[in-house]
């Protein structure tokens, strides 16, 4: 069964989106159309590729200007007659054909601090709770195809915003990392705002639908990296909470390091805590220990029933 | 014209950016070394990915008896005992350090109860051993390796200026030659896949982890850069292989449709009621149960079908023979023209339960049918055939320091690419353990090598001459042929002739055809330029997998026996004298390979007294145990 | 940073269309626009009605004045006294229909609502800005969305006077107006709980959830609430415009209230 594709094809001095009819068959999805027109057609068509399963997040690509993975884009989503045209990641200078140099979210990622490691702590010694990595174990789940950097219309639409925006896939690093139980860095969030751009996200939630991971960039990276933010910055409970229940009496914190060519807002370091104090302080651990509880004999009923 | 070839100076450079190569370039640059890593596709991209089940490594946080000796027990009954006994040794020693080390890099492993690394059960290991992440360990394996480089490179940023400065990621580069100073090794010459240019990194010591040779499959789970460039550049730099001949498959892999070709079908479909059918829709299993076995299988349907149901009564139904036997049928079955168009046969539970035993039974599955390929198993049989999935064999190494065997001096090894550790068949979850011991080991003997040298080894120019023609040979040959035609014609020879179930005849034609197809690589072109042309990409990776390929034919031939993941119909035990021997392949200057026997080195006393005598006398002749 | 991000002279891919998608991707914001633009524009007409927003048979006051706070809340209208005077510009509820106005335009999911629906940027995913500049949420005046956990405490406030109107419209009885009132509450207190910031203070501020049993179970609870922060925002948006119309119904005397024990 022959179907209609149009395909881009061309490098940085320009191209054009030229026509292929190929054979489809059943069951298969777009990356197996673009490796039938290497095989047959175009054995220069640029393209690429890795585990064809999903997992690796190498086939990004736009399918009738959505972003998405080619080898999770099954041809049975398409009208028999329809025209599937397949193009670059918009986001990105083109290299050739399908490719793209995506250098630019290597160099964010390279950007980020990273996972400090607790002092004190030797290898094997590590203790965490299950909830509490449950959060930052969503965010590595990301197989890095980009598609929400892509997608991001701050860096889409605004190539100047590049040098100030690092984008979603840094900010899920950044929150990862700031809710990771053991590392030792607290000022994830003030590096966040001050130097990943996280005020340029209006949270239009486009790098949340074109995930292949599922994962909630939006609901669960970004608006908890922007309340962090706002607790140091913006919180009058906050502030009344450290007044009445002293915690400004603590030594401050000494300010964590930051890399040598971000700089640090003072205003940012108000807390000696990172998500700021709790109102029940965010030294005290439940249940409480030094509360001597009436605990009911054993064998007697419990109140609850 | 004269080509302009890029020039690095390195101490270290690391070939492959899978959890192997990561873990070498980390320690390589722990070392003081300049390091490179050479990554084919982009960083983070690399084949461990595919890793789901877990790391293996005793450190008893599920069992508390679980240690390395039981550890070491279990890889060398999985390898049927043709493990280099050092490399499990080694390997179940310092697993546990292994993985404890990348918490310390940020890995977020599922936890126990008590805040401990968590471990799960999987066949072939004693405890529950494998510390995991869901199903994607392999992606945390490596996200965290490349997040630990990121920040050795944060580090030097901060020292120096530049965050190159120690350690530098070449990433969609090929590596095509390895060239030589006498006997050592002095550099390491390739291309850009993206620009086509050519890059020459000069280096006293290289690491090769490559990973595996799936590529020559017609159906395999590995990705397309699974061709065998380690294996070839390590054999043309005159390193020695070893035990080529044991390739893991999987019996029930789907071979159609297209987009999920390769991928496992888990063997609980089978244990759960499906059943195999050819395309007569015979349920062909019951023609196919062993003498040996008659008795615990059942002769008709009706009695297998009550077995689900009432199995103290009623025998097996044959679907549940092990692993090679029902290979072997579903092999049969094909050759004998009873196959599916695309050369599987069906698996079918759609007929067998309601949807939604189904659904609830194997939901992974049934998941992962929907997603990928729009297959609903509730309502259409699979089509299944054996797949291949992991190398055992690889480069010859010595097990402490992971060094190259064979006359070159200056190449590691480590990881798929290596082998020995996994004997002839590989434990699930050990081969991500093995990855990070034995990298970490290629990556410290590596540097120290570097640092034993008096003067760094030189490059000839009249080598990299040769080098730069012969990798732009397919693009001046624009009549040549199809690399695409050659790559299918060559899976085809590879997975009729080499698969699962191997025959005499069928090893002699396929390296036959092997040699057909030498001549036919040799005149390979492409069209389109330079600049990120797959086509180009392909036909010089068709030279490698062709001689590894031919290694593996070779090999396959002479081992008169079968064990683990080497089968042959017409000897279909296992044979102790075997047990003995190593074939060691080797490329002599005519290009031509060649296959000896080597004895396997014998156990340390200690280790063996690790085992009952009743359990060696089905591995060791009888010499060997008195 | 003083990093090059890209390589000079590197070019995207030059491709004519804007947009290459094929689906109606105009279609949820065009929905959008127009329940947004209609919603509002019914709510600013009846703020600025000042009549017709309460039933003194059944204490019915419509959410839109309340709590009713000038000198022309008609009788028993006004609980918390009449400190505003009458002038057409004020509304009856001045003191916190701005709140809620701010609470609502500060929501993380209003946000996104008319960011893409009025402003166009972007109008949908991997669809052209329809700006040439952009600075997000980084300056004056946008900076100000992070206002957004004063006006959820505000909110929360507002939402204890809705519940105590719906309460004490029971003194009287029960018709079909105390169902549609305290229906409206039941969603404004599930909307407010939904709300970002309250899933923030829960618990979402916490490193270890392991610490603060309590904390976590609440976090856990208002998280799937939060998942249905849009809906909960539509729907809010109908029982309070349901409500509203319902009260201006019974008080204008176009149908009597529907009585089940009087």
Known sequence: ?305 | MKERIERHLYDVVVIGAGGAGLRAAIEARLAGKRTAIISKSLFGKAHTVMAEGGAAAAMGNANSRDNWMVHFRDTMRGGKFLNNYRMAELHAKEAPERIWELETYGALFDRTPDGKISQRNFGGHEYPRLAHVGDRTGLELIRTLQQKIVSLQQEDFAETGNYESRIRVFSETTITELLLDGDRVAAAFGYYRESGELILLEAPAIVLATGGVGRSYKVTSNSWEYTGDGHALALRAGATLINMEFLQFHPTGMVWPPSVKGILVTESVRGDGGVLRNSDQKRFMFDYVPDVFRKQYADTEEEADRWYTDPDNNRRPPELLPRDEVARAINSEVKAGRGTKSGGVFLDVSTRMPAETITRRLPSMYHQFKELADVDITKEPMEVGPTCHYVMGGVEVDPDTAAAAGVVRGLFAAGEVSGGMHGSNRLGGNSLSDLLVFGKRAGEHASAYAESLDKRPKVRTADVEAAAGAALAPLHRESGENPYTLQQDLQAVMGDLVGIIRREGELTDALKRLHELKLRVANVGATGGRRYNPGWHLALDLRNMLVVSECTAKAALEREESRGGHTREDFPTMNPQWRKVNLVCSLDDMGEVHLERKPLPAMRPELLELFEYGELTKYMTDEELS | ?262
């Open chain 3, 1 to 262: 940073m003083t990093t090059t991000v890209s390589r000079p002279g590197a070019k995207r891919a030059a491709i004519a269309a804007r947009t290459l998608r094929t689906d109606r991707w105009w279609l949820a914001p065009l929905i959008t626009f127009a329940g947004l633009s209609a919603w509002v524009l019914y709510a600013t007409v009846r703020v600025f009605m000042h009549k017709w927003y309460y039933v003194p048979d059944y204490h019915y006051l419509t959410p839109f004045y309340s709590p009713c706070l000038t000198d022309r809340c008609i009788e028993g209208s006004a609980e918390f006294g009449t400190p505003l005077p009458s002038f057409w510009l004020i509304p009856e509820a001045a003191f916190t229909l701005p709140f809620l106005l701010l609470f609502r335009l500060t929501c993380y999911y209003y946000r996104k609502a008319y960011y893409r629906a009025f402003w166009l940027s972007p109008p949908a995913c991997a669809v052209p800005d329809a700006h040439a500049k952009y600075t997000g949420e980084t300056r004056f005046p946008l900076v100000f969305q992070n206002l957004h956990r004063y006006a959820f405490y505000a909110a929360t406030i507002i939402s204890v006077i809705n519940t105590w109107d719906a309460i004490r419209s029971f003194g009287t009885g029960f018709g079909l107006g105390n169902v549609i009132l305290s229906a409206n509450v039941v969603m404004l207190w599930a909307y407010t709980l939904s709300c970002h910031s309250c899933r923030h203070i829960a618990g979402g501020r916490l490193k270890h959830f392991s610490k603060h049993p309590v904390r976590y179970r609440f976090w856990t609870f208002v998280s799937k609430l939060n998942a249905r922060h849009m809906l909960l925002a539509w729907v809010t948006l109908g029982t309070l415009a349901l409500t509203d119309f319902y009260v201006m119904a019974l008080a204008a005397g176009w149908w009597p209230d529907l009585r089940f024990i009087s």
């Open chain 1, 1 to 305: 069964m022959s179907r209609h594709f149009r395909v881009w094809r061309g490098d940085s001095s320009g191209g054009e989106i030229r026509d292929y009819d190929v054979d489809v068959n059943d069951g298969e999805v777009v990356l197996d159309i673009i490796h039938r027109i290497q095989a047959t057609q175009a054995p220069d068509l640029a393209c690429r590729w890795n585990c064809k399963a999903g997992k690796c997040g190498s086939c990004s690509m736009e399918i009738n200007g959505k972003p998405r993975l080619g080898c999770m884009t099954r041809m049975s989503t398409f009208e028999e007659s329809e025209t599937v045209t397949i193009t670059p990641l918009r986001a990105f200078p083109v290299i050739r054909d399908l490719v793209t140099d995506v250098s630019f979210n290597y160099t964010k990622a390279r950007e980020t601090p990273a996972f400090s490691p607790p002092e004190g702590l030797a290898p094997g010694e590590y203790r965490m709770q299950q909830i509490d990595v449950e959060r930052s174990q969503e965010f590595r789940k990301c197989i890095e195809c980009f598609l929400c950097q892509n997608t991001c219309h701050v860096v889409r639409d605004h190539e100047e915003n590049k040098e100030a925006f690092s984008g979603p896939r840094s900010f899920i690093r950044a929150a990862e990392l700031d809710m990771h139980p053991l590392d030792a860095r607290s000022d994830r969030k003030e590096y966040a705002q001050a130097n990943q751009g996280l005020g340029y996200c209006n949270i239009t939630k486009c790098c949340s639908e074109v995930c292949p991971e599922h994962i909630k960039i939006t609901d669960n990276a970004i608006i908890p990296l922007k309340e962090r933010v706002v607790d140091r910055r913006y919180d009058p409970l906050v502030w009344l909470g450290r007044k009445i229940f002293r915690r400004d009496q603590l030594a401050e914190a000494p300010p964590a390091g930051v890399a040598p060519d971000a700089h640090l807002d003072v205003g940012e370091m108000l807390s000696t805590q990172s998500g700021g104090p709790s109102p029940f302080g965010d030294d005290q651990t439940f249940p409480l220990t030094d509360i001597t509880y009436q605990h009911p004999a054993p064998g007697s009923p419990s109140r609850e029933g």
